[in-house]
């Protein structure tokens, strides 16, 4: 493997290597004919109202056989094969035109974050797709925001430099996903100047339980609010995590607790039920 590195080849690697192959190819077709490929809608609420104020885009795939895959085993194949960037293209198309019929019929809640890849962010025209899609839509550019990981930042491309340049003039969202599980410095944290950060699930996971873990939350929530930015802690669980958060002025909370990943129609039942209750 390189560097005067020897490893035996085994048949496990021979395994994983079919396995990845296999995927890779069930994976093509599915992109080509939009086949099994579908998003899901997870709340994202006010962490004081408990409002809903957005929600993330997450994408799931049934493949041929009836198998869920799941994101963390496929996106990682198709970054490494360049099928994200087609990929991620249609998973933009579909959340405006989602977004086009929420809108339509006067859901209007706040934004939906799309997961972008640091793959899309250095070597392909995201942005530019971005907002070219919006505008042939016609959708304003409050209703979309962009998450992507601290690691993307890493890359030295002008391709990510513009597409970060190309969101930052057009006032897109811009949040850092699962923070604090990257390789970032904190000097480029800065000069991004975000307006999200994203306290990742394994931190919130040790509120109640590890000392390190709520040090680590809310020193990150205090950092966030001193550079200027707002903070949405995921995979929320419990009631006690729900607490801690609100307690140390974390703006948003996304997890269980509040709702899973949910279809586009479930998701509009819920703000309409939200909205009713509101009335009541
Ligand atoms: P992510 O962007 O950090 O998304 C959050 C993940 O945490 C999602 O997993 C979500 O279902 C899960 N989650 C949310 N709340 C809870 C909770 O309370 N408890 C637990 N245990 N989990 C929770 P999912 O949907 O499996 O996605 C995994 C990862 O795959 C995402 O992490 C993201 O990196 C990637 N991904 C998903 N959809 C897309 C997409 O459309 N494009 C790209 N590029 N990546 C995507
Ligand atoms: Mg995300
Ligand atoms: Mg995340
Ligand atoms: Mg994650």
Redesign the pocket.
């Known amino acids: 493997s390189g560097k005067n590195t020897y490893r035996y080849f085994d048949e496990s690697m021979d395994q994983r290597m079919r396995y990845r192959v296999a995927l890779q190819q069930e994976l093509d077709v599915a992109i080509r004919e939009h086949r099994g490929l579908s998003?899901?809608y997870?709340p994202q609420v006010d962490a004081y109202s408990h409002a809903i104020i957005g929600a993330?885009?997450?994408?799931?795939w049934q493949n041929d056989h009836g198998a869920w895959v799941?994101?963390?085993d496929f996106?990682p194949i198709a970054e490494e094969s360049g099928q994200?960037i087609e990929l991620?293209r249609w998973?933009i198309r579909q959340v405006l035109l989602q977004l086009k019929d929420w809108r339509k019929a006067g859901l209007d809640f706040g934004k939906v974050a799309?997961?972008?890849?640091s793959v899309?962010l250095s070597s392909s025209f995201v942005a530019d797709d971005l907002l070219e899609m919006m505008a042939e839509l016609e959708l304003p550019t409050h209703c979309v925001a962009v998450?992507f990981?601290e690691t993307a930042l890493m890359v030295n491309s002008s391709i990510l430099a513009h597409n970060l340049a190309r969101l930052r003039e057009s006032n897109i969202t811009i949040a850092i996903?699962?923070f604090g599980t990257g390789y970032c410095s904190l000097s480029y944290l800065k000069e991004l100047d975000a307006h999200y950060l994203?306290v990742d699930?394994s931190f919130v996971d040790g509120i109640g339980i590890s000392d390190s873990d709520e040090c680590i939350v809310s020193a990150t929530i205090a950092m966030a609010k001193g550079l200027g930015m707002k903070v949405v802690a995921?995979?929320?669980?419990t009631q006690q995590q729900t607490e801690f958060l609100a307690k140390q002025d974390c703006d948003a909370i996304?997890?269980?607790?509040f709702g899973?990943?949910m279809t586009a129609e479930e998701f509009a039942e819920k703000l309409s039920q939200r909205a009713l209750q509101a009335t009541l």
Do not use: C, H
Request: charged share 30%; net charge negative; glycine share 8%.
């Open positions: 998003l899901r997870q993330e885009a997450l994408l799931r799941s994101p963390a996106i994200i991620g998973i799309i997961n972008v890849s899309q998450e990981t996903d699962d994203k699930r995921e995979g929320v669980e996304q997890g269980y607790f899973k990943p």
